[in-house]
């Protein structure tokens, strides 16, 4: 079978959250586009932990969530449908059938560069008595 990859981007995007006026934190989230598009709403989540899985093996996971957590909640009432071979992932949203195909060794080049942005994060905050919490806490 013959098929086009798709451009995948993973990004680490980082924002300043703020409960009380003492309490203020850095929340850092994934957010994932296939040729410049995300596959979900604007309110939706990359399940981080799901996606990770997704990366190393098949198997049906609920990698987009609304915010809250509960992917329901957001119309995910199925999974992503994820597929190896030895040099590509397919991604097909049960949901609606679309399909993505994209070079397993580029997101996990992605992924090695957000492992190193979060280092660099962590330490610059902490420096400061910020928080940093979210994608890449436990790294």
Not at 27 to 52: M, S, V
Not at 64 to 76: A, H, R
Request: net charge negative; glycine share 8%.
């Amino acid at each position: 079978m013959t098929y086009q990859l798709d451009t995948v981007t993973l990004e680490l995007v980082v924002t300043a959250c703020q409960m009380e006026s003492n309490h203020i934190w850095m929340q850092g989230d994934f957010e994932i586009r296939f040729n410049g598009e995300k596959p979900c709403a604007d309110g939706d989540i990359l399940d981080a932990t799901e996606f990770l899985k997704s990366i190393e093996q098949d198997g049906e996971y609920a990698i987009f969530s609304c915010n809250c957590g509960v992917p329901q909640c957001s119309g995910w009432t199925k999974g992503i449908q994820v597929l190896h071979s030895e040099e590509s992932i397919r991604w097909t949203n049960l949901n609606n059938g679309k399909t993505w195909h994209f070079d397993k060794q580029e997101i996990k080049g992605n992924l090695n560069t957000i492992r190193d942005e979060v280092e660099i994060y962590k330490k610059f905050f902490s420096q400061k008595g910020i928080e940093y919490v979210g994608v890449g806490y436990t790294w």
